[in-house]
Structure formats: structure tokens, C-alpha cells
């Protein structure tokens, strides 16, 4: 597709469930991010994926979050056992590459977990 | 030394007037710096970036102002309008690699027609 796609574009889970997000970057980007936004907040980092390199981790919240990318394409946030404060939307980013700035983002993912 | 600082945190601007919204970063190694609008329900989309070596960069209503020796940069929406009313992030990046973004905290922007 011409742009990043994430799916499902709404996701509503009972506590203590697994939920999985998915993200579709746009053909040929090799850089991957995952942000979560909160109501009315900013951009929180979640993970990075850079071509074949080992993922950036360091913004994952707790051990309850993962994530994967599968033939440096397609992407799945996992959120493990979810909480109440794991509400919020999940955005996906694609980039070109190295030396490319803009990512570009997706329409996110809103996540409610009751 | 990786928090890009961004105010105010909300703004009204009547319909015509001028929106300015200002973003403060620390390390001096951040190369690239992007604006992004973000209207509700959708992700964020580039609207205009500068990069240090210029000090104002224009695109049709919407200008980038930057004071490297401040570590300042600002967005100027020029004749607001009610379209324009959304949310705006500021971020800073530096090619280590690849841009891996610091986001500013938002500024929810709204224009009264």
C-alpha cells in the first residue's frame, strides 16, 4: 500500500487478556518504530527495528510488552497479561533507512483494556 | 540531555492570527528537527522540518524559526485557521545510524473561526 497500515484500528480487551498489534510499513522502509500515546499525551518510544540489527528495547514499559519483526516487513506488538494502564493508542512509524529523517506514521491502533 | 521541552501546552488563536509554538533541546549533536500534525483519530504527519545550518525555513502559511546558539526552534502558523486546529509535535533527531526521534510533549492547538 502506499502508506503505513495498522491493524485492528480498535481493540477493546479485559484485563489480564493478550493482545496483539499489528503493523504494516510502508515496501522497502528498513527502519520500524512502535510509539504509544496516551490520552492527551505525547509520543512514548517503545521499540526500534533497524534492518536486520537487534531491536532497540529500551523503551518497552515492563516484560509484558514485546514485540517482532518478521522479514524485516510486517510487525506484532505484544501486550501480555494487559492492565488497565495499558490503554492508550499504539502507533507504528516507517522510515527508509539510514541516512532517511521522516518517519512516517500509521493511524494507530486504540487500545481499551477494562 | 535527550529532552526536547515544548510550550505551551495548549493555545487558542482567533481565525487570521499568527500560532507560534516553541521547542528547547539540549544536545548539540541533534542534526534534524521536524514539525508533525496530528489531527484526532489519525497518526502524526510531517508538516515541515529545518535542519541547523539554516536559520528559517518557509512553506506556504508555516514557518520554521531556529536559533542554534538558543537551542530554540519555533513553528509560526501564519493566518491560522480553523483547519489547523490539532495537536503539534516538535522533535529533534541525529544521524546515528538512522533519525530515531525525541519528541516534544504536544501542543494542542485550536483556532476559533
Known amino acids: 500500500g502506499a502508506g503505513v497500515s495498522q491493524s485492528p484500528s480498535n481493540k477493546v480487551t479485559e484485563k489480564g487478556k493478550d493482545v496483539e498489534l499489528r503493523c504494516d510499513p510502508i515496501s522497502g522502509h528498513t527502519a520500524l518504530y512502535w510509539y504509544r500515546q496516551s490520552l492527551g499525551q505525547g509520543l512514548e518510544f517503545l521499540i526500534y527495528f533497524q534492518g536486520n540489527s537487534a531491536p532497540d528495547k529500551s523503551g518497552l514499559p515492563s516484560d509484558r510488552f514485546s514485540a517482532e519483526r518478521t522479514g524485516g516487513s510486517v510487525s506484532t506488538l505484544t501486550i501480555q497479561r494487559t492492565q488497565q494502564e495499558d490503554s492508550a493508542v499504539y502507533l507504528c512509524?516507517?522510515?527508509?533507512?539510514?541516512?532517511?529523517?521522516?518517519?512516517?506514521f500509521g493511524p494507530g491502533t486504540r487500545l481499551l483494556v477494562l | 540531555q535527550q529532552q526536547v521541552k515544548q510550550s505551551p501546552q495548549s493555545l487558542i488563536v482567533q481565525k487570521g492570527g499568527i500560532s507560534i509554538i516553541n521547542c528547547a533541546y539540549e544536545n548539540t549533536a541533534f542534526d534534524y528537527f521536524p514539525w508533525y500534525q496530528q489531527f484526532p483519530g489519525k497518526g502524526p504527519a510531517l508538516l515541515i522540518a529545518i535542519r541547523p545550518d539554516v536559520s528559517e525555513k518557509k512553506e506556504g502559511r508555516f514557518t520554521i524559526s531556529f536559533n542554534k546558539s538558543a537551542k530554540q526552534f519555533s513553528l509560526h502558523i501564519m493566518d491560522s485557521q480553523p483547519g489547523d486546529s490539532a495537536t503539534y509535535f516538535c522533535a529533534a533527531s541525529m544521524n546515528s545510524g538512522t533519525y530515531k526521534y525525541i519528541f516534544g510533549t504536544g501542543t494542542r492547538l485550536k483556532v476559533l473561526a
Open positions: 512509524a516507517s522510515q527508509a533507512g539510514a541516512g532517511q529523517e521522516t518517519q512516517y
